[in-house]
């Protein structure tokens, strides 16, 4: 079946799940071109803000694309949100003559099961060097419970 008519076919006989799926996939595409971030940022809906000068937050709302089969959001899920905060925080941080900034290192402590509304993450700048960053990153559910702590390592790359 051509992509076009099993799309339609899904868009009018899906399941709500399905649908949301789709929604999503057209949502990454749109952030992907508007905004030239990668596809996943664009599937969890990343849109983040300054809460103080060195914490960068992330608010995402927990759709069936984050679950795994025991019911709460996948790890690699919570893994890549605490290192696109930490990530985003620190290439926004970034001193001139500085193109970018890349995971080195990253430490996940998985604490609570990922269930809830939405998931809040906050990172907070640890220290920046002239190689490399350190960042801390906080991911709580709606309720304010404690689901992941993580720590990361940038490699922060010259401009050319």
Do not use: W
Request: with cysteine.
């Amino acid at each position: 079946m051509e992509l076009s008519a099993e799309l339609l076919k899904l868009c009018e006989e899906g399941t709500e799940e399905e649908k949301e799926i789709l929604a999503l996939a057209v949502q990454a595409i749109r952030q992907k071109r508007e905004r030239k971030s990668a596809y996943l940022s664009g599937f969890m809906g990343l849109k983040g803000r300054f809460v103080a000068e060195d914490e960068y937050e992330f608010r995402v709302p927990i759709t069936s694309f984050m679950m795994n089969r025991a019911g709460m959001v996948h790890g690699g899920i919570t893994a890549s949100l605490a290192d696109s905060t930490m990530g985003s925080l620190i290439n926004q941080r970034l001193p001139e003559g500085y193109g970018g900034a890349v995971t080195a290192e990253m430490k996940v402590n998985y604490l609570a099961p990922g269930r809830g509304e939405y998931l809040i993450s906050r990172a907070k700048l640890l220290h920046m060097g002239q190689t490399l960053a350190t960042a801390a990153c906080e991911i709580k559910n709606d309720k304010g419970r404690l689901i992941v702590y993580a720590t990361g390592t940038f490699y922060m790359i010259k401009a050319r």
